[in-house]
């Protein structure tokens, strides 16, 4: 049995649905999107507090780039495989309402943290809570559009996560500034709490204010099952039919893009460093700046990739899921790579803020195009296996790779510039190549999921 032998849509039962409405649609992506920005922020906003932490705990740059990197990630992949599975079978909307609630929690035990090891503990909290958000929002945002407008609205989804990586930046170098201005806070049976333990306090209580909206979105009805008839595989035979039908294009996007995250998520974690160490700037004038790179380029680059990819597809250039990833990330390998190297910070900032925009043009196409080729009851799923295969290698590697670089092939912590260029040499051509390879198999797939799509989504 194969998926594309089985699979037809909803037919008449989808037809008597009524289609939700273009602006109720977009709402829910808003407040996807606003839940998705608290994620990075209190995911990322560890990077800029790495000096005083590092300084406290007595840490190399290797260790403390587990706390960005396997502490968080790790358990955030393995635990996105179960989220997955759930969110193709359950209530999305009430499985990423908990998550919100206990990741915010965790990521206010980090600032209660009085050793390493507790640190780290509440890292891994943070990873499981925020592996409930991705499959259950790409799923509920893919049941509100049809198939030609899914890159502008994952575009706006995906495009928010730098938006919280930059805020991230900005809010801790506000965050520094202000509380250093703090007569120290000690809570009952606890030493005084450092700037960098309050930062988190205040980031974790407050990401809970922006969830907010979630709260009103409706449960959607599913759109694009694959209906099994009598006697065809159970559901878990169905996802392993669906893997080898289309492993070409499978096995080159999930290791393509994986192995490219271990650059967005390398540059994200030792970026801010770079400037503090190299140039010499304050910890919280690089979250001003670089966190501005991040938020406005990132999210800017996301929207207008989504438009690019949209209007390409109407005309007719299915592969533009992987053409459009695998020019820019020539072009961003040759930005991104000079501005470790020119002698101006403020022009490497420039030449950063334009390499963070070409980056992020095709943002949305990672989470689409698996959207696009897979009927409903498997999206969670294979979203979550794309994310537990990134995540262990791309940004559980990422951060690490750079600091492993830095502490012992050029043993100066002066080299974290030289160590994130190397990284995107080495990377980026093994990436584009896997693409490239992948594009025939890519073109079959989107072939073999038409009929998924065929049901109005009405926005």
Not at 51 to 79: C, E, M, N, W, Y
Not at 239 to 255: D, E, S, V
Not at 304 to 331: C, H, N
Not at 436 to 453: I, M, N, T, V
Request: charged share 10%.
């Amino acid at each position: 049995m194969t998926v594309s032998a089985a699979a037809r849509t909803e037919g008449a039962g989808a037809a008597a649905v009524a289609p939700v409405s273009s602006a109720y649609a977009w709402f829910v992506v808003g407040a996807l999107s606003l839940i998705n920005m608290v994620s990075y922020v209190e995911r990322q906003i560890l990077t800029l507090l790495f000096a005083p932490i590092k300084r406290d705990f007595h840490l190399t740059d290797t260790q403390v780039s587990l706390l960005a990197g396997a502490a968080f990630v790790i358990f955030f992949a393995v635990f996105g495989l179960v989220f997955g599975r759930m969110a193709d079978r359950g209530n999305r909307k009430g499985i990423i309402l908990v998550g919100t609630l206990f990741w915010s929690l965790a990521t206010t035990s980090c600032g209660l943290a009085q050793t390493f090891l507790q640190l780290f503990v509440a890292r891994i909290s943070v990873g499981v809570g925020e592996a409930t958000l991705g499959s259950s929002a790409v799923s509920i945002i893919s049941d509100c559009f049809p198939r030609e407008k899914m890159p502008r609205a994952l575009s706006v989804y995906t495009g928010s996560q730098y938006m919280g990586a930059g805020l991230a930046l900005v809010i801790g170098g506000l965050a520094i500034q202000i509380v250093s201005h703090l007569p120290p806070v000690a809570l009952p049976g606890m030493p005084p709490l450092r700037p960098w333990q309050m930062t988190f306090l205040v980031v974790g209580l407050g990401g809970l204010l922006l969830a907010i909206p979630a709260l009103f979105i409706r449960e959607p009805v599913r759109r694009g099952l694959a209906v099994l008839a009598p006697g065809q595989a159970a559901p878990r035979s169905q996802l392993l039919a669906f893997l080898t039908l289309n492993r070409r294009m499978l096995g080159c996007h999930i290791m393509g893009f994986s192995i490219n995250t271990m650059l967005g998520f390398g540059a994200a974690a030792w970026a801010p460093s770079f400037f503090i160490r190299v140039h010499h700037w304050a910890a919280q004038d690089v979250g001003y700046v670089y966190g501005g790179i991040m938020a406005l380029g990132g999210l800017s680059g996301a929207l207008v990739g989504g438009q690019i990819a949209e209007r390409l597809l109407k005309r007719g250039m299915v592969d533009v899921y992987f053409v459009m990833p695998m020019t820019t990330a020539s072009i961003n390998m040759a930005l991104f790579t000079s501005a470790m190297f020119i002698p101006s910070a403020k022009v490497a900032f420039g030449v950063l803020a334009l390499s963070t925009f070409i980056g992020t043009l095709p943002l949305s196409l990672i989470s689409a195009s698996l959207q696009a080729v897979a009927p409903n009851q498997l999206r969670g799923q294979l979203a979550a296996i794309f994310g537990f295969i990134a995540n262990i290698l791309g940004v559980a590697s990422g951060p690490t790779l750079v600091a492993l670089l830095t502490d012992y092939l050029y043993r100066d912590e002066l080299a974290v510039g030289r160590s994130l260029a190397t990284a995107y040499l080495v990377i980026t051509p093994i990436a584009v190549s896997i693409l490239g390879f992948g594009r025939k198999g890519l073109r079959e797939s989107l072939a073999r999921a038409a009929d998924f799509h065929s049901t109005p989504a009405g926005a």
